[in-house]
């Protein structure tokens, strides 16, 4: 059995978390593990954006053997909140704004538009001395509360009506069916007011239990996906697997006892706890009470036994997708960030090789300070798996899959060592014998750089990841003081050489590119606008491009992130014809693991190599395709250019002017970039190296010196009359001798 349900946001904080705390400790006595979600109920087809807390209980082995709970992909709701409150005649007139004695002066002024999950502003009331934001109800309008200050009451909001355009807040009646309550409930409830039991159904009344209601959308998604369909999945796996549902295996919480690291929950066999007061409380007994008035549970009561007739046959309805942790990252972030702003994300690891799903049996993080040193037993179990997580948050995915490649390169070449060899080395250098360590990594270094053909950068490479591995599981450097190793390495330099790198894309090369691409494929329009933006604003390859056929969103140029301007304002995605300058927002890259993103601009050149002029000829092509969100580097058909297609293009170029093709890939563009501006004598070294947002120097590395630079230096260098100044040792030597 399942036990689920809706909550309020914060529960977890209330209390500085000791209320959940003690609420998991004592669900987990019975074996069972919490769960929870954030839901917005203008994406569950609710008309408001309402959102809440779901969470439930159920048994710990349904936990450990299925798979996440499958939350219902996010959409925009297809319902208009005027088409779901009472008609305008039949308002009641005191919910109309200009029939109240107090003056208002009402301001139209429309915000932006939205993707229809939450509303859009209409413009602002005056009233009473204080100014509040009208919205438009031919969308989505706000939470319905169970109760609400004056002047906006329960509503929670001022609407603009769009067939008089008058202001008004909403009524007890309008309240009930924004929640998408039945109004046949209402109408019986109002019929049997009076009758023994009944509660009256006052304004008050009627407003508070529409507002302490689950919306239509949640209850759907509560009654189907978590009460009826997860427990029918759980019996037909059972039955496939009957060693699931073993019950003497549940997971233990103690210090002396922790999980295993490689599961879920503990599997360590132990017999039926004895229940505590807290576990009495939960049944039922010894500290169970409520704090509240006998007749809020009365009405409640009532309601709720009659609501569960209406709701029980609509709960089969619709399709889930996507996953928990999935719909987690989207929709809790947005919840904290309007609670605590942006210093604030619990997601933040989610780019990271830690992942975005929190260890299994941890809850979200504190996002408050606590004001009391809390414990729980539970603490003990879930600290080992925070550091974990924590620990592989430091590394990016795609170095952590570098530094894995290079452990499981050594891991197999000291296996075959010990095979063949005459000594056994083990895996994990703990500095108990030096020598016979450093003769390991000696050998390591002489098979990759001698017999593989590897250079010594990439050997390197190799090595930290080796460190890296050491260093977590919480060993030295197995690379320190050992001399050997470093004067092998220089010698493997001297052999091999290091690499030129490559070389820079020229304005040259770009126009040159430019006369062979025919502007009536469209997929040629996207990849002179990707090269055009690449070359001018310096970008890395993820930045803007596919890696084969995946697209990074969050990491990649979206057409959302494009923002066109008319000098110093901005101008709506549709006027784009009408831009001078482009500002590309990079929300995360390379050196930007914390996210903190930034913004560079580029203004258009006036002639043929205009990434402006590139940008309007590709939206001419998208046309109606330039959807939020979508990759900026596509032809509106589904295709998106990749690091492969564009170095290619690179490649042909270089060797139509004949040049080595070999010397040109995507980072010629980001070298080509700064060399060219570096060749301009316009901005300074800092300036370069901001602008193309490295945060070191190594960017000198890759510019390379335009010849005019030098032009006339030779002959001034002969022209100069210069007298060094001496040193001092040899100004007072004494003369030599005759």
């Known amino acids: 059995m399942i036990l689920g349900g809706e909550n309020v946001l914060g529960k977890e904080d209330w209390h500085d978390g000791e209320v959940i705390s003690e609420e998991m400790e004592v669900a987990l006595e019975f074996g069972y593990v919490r769960h929870s979600l954030q839901l917005l109920g203008s994406?569950?087809?609710?008309?408001?954006?309402?959102?809440?807390?779901?969470?439930?209980?159920?048994?710990?082995?349904?936990?450990?053997?299925?798979?996440?709970?499958?939350?219902?992909?996010?959409?925009?709701?297809?319902?208009?909140?005027?088409?779901?409150?009472?008609?305008?005649?039949?308002?009641?007139?005191?919910?109309?704004?200009?029939?109240?004695?107090?003056?208002?002066?009402?301001?139209?002024?429309?915000?932006?538009?939205t993707d229809g999950r939450r509303p859009q502003r209409a413009g602002f009331l005056t009233i009473m001395e204080r100014r509040h934001h009208v919205w438009h109800d031919v969308g989505t309008g706000w939470t319905v509360k169970a109760s609400g200050e004056p002047p906006k009451l329960s509503g929670g909001a001022f609407y603009l009506?769009?067939?008089?355009?008058?202001?008004?807040?909403?009524?007890?009646?309008?309240?009930?069916?924004?929640?998408?309550?039945?109004?046949?409930?209402?109408?019986?409830?109002?019929?049997?007011?009076?009758?023994?039991?009944?509660?009256?159904?006052?304004?008050?009344?009627?407003?508070?239990?529409?507002?302490?209601?689950?919306?239509?959308?949640?209850?759907?998604?509560?009654?189907?996906?978590?009460?009826?369909?997860?427990?029918?999945?759980?019996?037909?796996?059972?039955?496939?697997?009957p060693s699931w549902a073993v019950k003497g295996d549940r997971p233990v919480v103690s210090v002396a006892e922790p999980t295993a690291p490689t599961e879920r929950f503990g599997s360590s066999a132990s017999s039926t706890p004895v229940a505590t007061k807290d576990g009495d409380a939960w049944k039922g007994g010894g500290r169970a009470y409520v704090g509240r008035r006998p007749i809020r549970h009365l009405l409640v009561g009532w309601f709720a036994s009659l609501a569960a007739l209406v709701a029980a046959p609509s709960a089969f309805c619709e399709v889930s997708s996507g996953s928990l942790e999935e719909f987690l990252v989207k929709e809790s972030f947005d919840v904290l960030e309007t609670k605590f702003g942006m210093s604030f994300d619990p997601h933040a690891l989610r780019h990271t090789a830690a992942g975005g799903a929190w260890p299994p049996g941890v809850a979200a993080p504190r996002a408050t300070a606590s004001r009391k040193q809390l414990w729980t037993n539970t603490y003990a179990v879930q600290l080992p798996k925070i550091a974990d997580y924590l620990a592989l948050g430091g590394l990016t995915l795609k170095t952590s899959s570098k530094y894995t490649s290079a452990m499981n390169q050594w891991m197999g070449f000291t296996a075959n060592l010990n095979k063949d060899g005459h000594e056994q080395f083990p895996v994990l250098i703990t500095g108990e014998n030096p020598e016979r360590d450093e003769r390991h990594l000696l050998a390591f270094v002489c098979y990759q750089g001698w017999l593989m053909g590897n250079k010594p950068s990439t050997i390197r490479g190799k090595l930290t990841g080796i460190r890296w591995h050491h260093l977590n599981n919480g060993l030295r450097n197995p690379c320190d003081d050992k001399f050997r190793l470093a004067s092998v390495l220089k010698s493997l330099k001297k052999i091999r050489g290091e690499s030129t790198g490559k070389w820079p894309v020229t304005p040259a090369q770009l126009r040159h590119l430019r006369g062979r691409l025919d502007f009536s494929n469209p997929r040629h329009v996207v990849a002179w606008a990707g090269v055009t933006v690449g070359f001018f604003l310096c970008m890395r390859t993820s930045e803007y491009l596919a890696e084969g056929y995946t697209f990074d969103p969050v990491r990649s140029l979206t057409t959302d992130k494009i923002i066109p301007h008319?000098?110093?304002?901005?101008?709506?995605?549709?006027?784009?014809?009408?831009?001078?300058?482009?500002?590309?927002?990079?929300?995360?890259?390379?050196?930007?693991?914390?996210?903190?993103?930034?913004?560079?601009?580029?203004?258009?050149?006036?002639?043929?190599?205009?990434?402006?002029?590139?940008?309007?000829?590709?939206?001419?092509?998208?046309?109606?395709?330039?959807?939020?969100?979508?990759?900026?580097?596509?032809?509106?058909?589904?295709?998106?250019?990749?690091?492969?297609?564009?170095?290619?293009?690179?490649?042909?170029?270089?060797?139509?002017?004949?040049?080595?093709g070999a010397d040109f890939a995507t980072h010629s563009l980001r070298i080509g970039g700064a060399t060219t501006m570096a060749a301009t004598g316009l901005y300074t070294d800092d300036e370069i190296r901001r602008f193309g947002r490295w945060k070191s120097d190594c960017w000198r590395r890759y510019v390379y010196a335009a010849r005019g630079c030098v032009r006339g230096l030779a002959a001034a260098m002969s022209r100069v009359h210069v007298v060094p100044e001496d040193a001092a040792r040899r100004i007072f030597a004494p003369a030599p001798a005759a």
């Open 161 to 241: 009506c769009s067939s008089t355009g008058r202001v008004y807040i909403l009524t007890a009646d309008d309240a009930w069916a924004m929640q998408g309550i039945p109004f046949s409930l209402l109408e019986e409830w109002r019929r049997r007011a009076g009758e023994p039991g009944v509660p009256m159904p006052t304004d008050t009344a009627v407003r508070r239990l529409a507002g302490n209601a689950m919306t239509t959308g949640t209850s759907r998604f509560v009654a189907r996906d978590l009460l009826i369909r997860r427990p029918c999945l759980w019996a037909a796996a059972v039955e496939l697997n």
């Open 43 to 113: 994406e569950l087809g609710d008309v408001q954006a309402r959102v809440r807390l779901v969470e439930w209980y159920e048994p710990w082995q349904v936990a450990r053997w299925m798979k996440p709970l499958r939350a219902p992909t996010p959409t925009a709701s297809s319902l208009r909140l005027c088409d779901v409150l009472v008609r305008p005649e039949k308002r009641e007139a005191n919910a109309w704004v200009d029939n109240w004695l107090e003056a208002s002066v009402f301001e139209r002024d429309d915000g932006p538009p």
């Open 566 to 660: 008319l000098g110093d304002v901005v101008l709506d995605s549709l006027d784009f014809e009408s831009a001078d300058s482009l500002t590309v927002i990079f929300e995360l890259s390379k050196t930007d693991q914390n996210r903190v993103g930034c913004s560079r601009t580029v203004f258009s050149t006036g002639d043929d190599l205009c990434p402006i002029e590139a940008h309007k000829a590709l939206r001419r092509l998208r046309e109606g395709n330039w959807s939020s969100g979508a990759a900026a580097m596509g032809d509106g058909s589904g295709w998106v250019m990749n690091r492969d297609v564009m170095t290619a293009i690179l490649k042909a170029t270089a060797v139509d002017l004949g040049l080595d």
